[in-house]
């Protein structure tokens, strides 16, 4: 069974700095894709940025980054200069080959200070 | 612009009543819709796989009967919390995939009192 583990339920950073929300992941399928979305308070998922599996470099989109350790199971999103707007919830989540829906973890809090 | 939209975003409604949400994929026909639900300050669990044409398959624990779920077309798959109760209020949320791309609808936030 996959699992996602998102070890802090909040951060903090100062507004400019960069930030790593740490993500793990657990699956026996030598094909997945890891995601990262960011939910605000409205509730909508926001796409942050893609991994797949046997993708030889790390994702990144804009200020977003994906530290992609496969040997470690890790896949660490990192928010290059922070901004108040980045304050929100975070959430890891993985998906296996296949039709198969994205199983979450618990997600992270991060707020960006001024 | 939003490839899959949800409706309502907001509902409230009395004890012992019956709520349908729906999810639409605009454009784009979605075999397979996934529906999730959040408690506040907790993450999106999944409830339920929904294959147009055929029966849902329902995550463990959640209960079939309550959560009626259908799939009539490609583009529409709709979720009724039947007999609403205070513990059901929630965030419900659905998802709808084609070839290699995951869709989220914006949400539906269930108030039941």
């Known amino acids: 069974a996959q699992k996602i583990t998102q070890t802090q339920p909040g951060m903090f950073v100062q507004e400019k700095e960069a930030v790593t929300l740490d993500c793990t992941y657990d699956?026996?399928?030598?094909?997945?894709?890891l995601f990262w979305y960011k939910q605000p308070s409205s509730g909508e998922m926001i796409f942050l940025i893609y991994?797949?599996?046997?993708?030889?470099q790390n994702a990144t989109e804009g200020r977003y980054s994906l530290n992609f350790q496969k040997a470690r199971k890790s896949a660490n999103l990192v928010i290059s200069a922070s901004q108040l707007g980045d304050s929100a919830m975070y959430f890891c989540?993985?998906?296996?080959?296949?039709?198969?829906?994205?199983?979450f973890g618990k997600g992270t809090r991060l707020s960006v200070i001024a | 612009g939003a490839v899959v939209s949800q409706h309502p975003s907001w509902v409230i409604c009395k004890s012992g009543t019956s709520v349908k949400i729906e999810c639409r994929s605009l454009?784009?026909?979605?075999?397979?819709m996934f529906w999730y639900r959040q408690f506040p300050k907790q993450s999106l669990m999944l409830m339920a796989t929904?294959?147009?044409?055929?029966?849902?398959?329902?995550e463990q624990g959640v209960e079939k009967d309550k959560f009626l779920i259908n799939h009539a077309s490609l583009t529409l798959s709709t979720l009724t919390v039947t007999s609403a109760h205070p513990e059901d209020s929630s965030f419900y949320i659905c998802?709808?995939?084609?070839?290699?791309?995951?869709?989220f609808g914006e949400g539906s936030r269930l108030t039941v009192l």
């Open positions: 929904s294959n147009e044409g055929s029966k849902a398959t329902y």
């Open positions: 989540a993985m998906r296996e080959e296949g039709n198969t829906p994205l199983v």
């Open positions: 991994q797949g599996s046997y993708d030889q």
């Open positions: 454009d784009f026909q979605a075999t397979t």
């Open positions: 699956t026996s399928d030598p094909s997945y894709g």
């Open positions: 998802s709808a995939t084609r070839p290699g791309e995951l869709f």
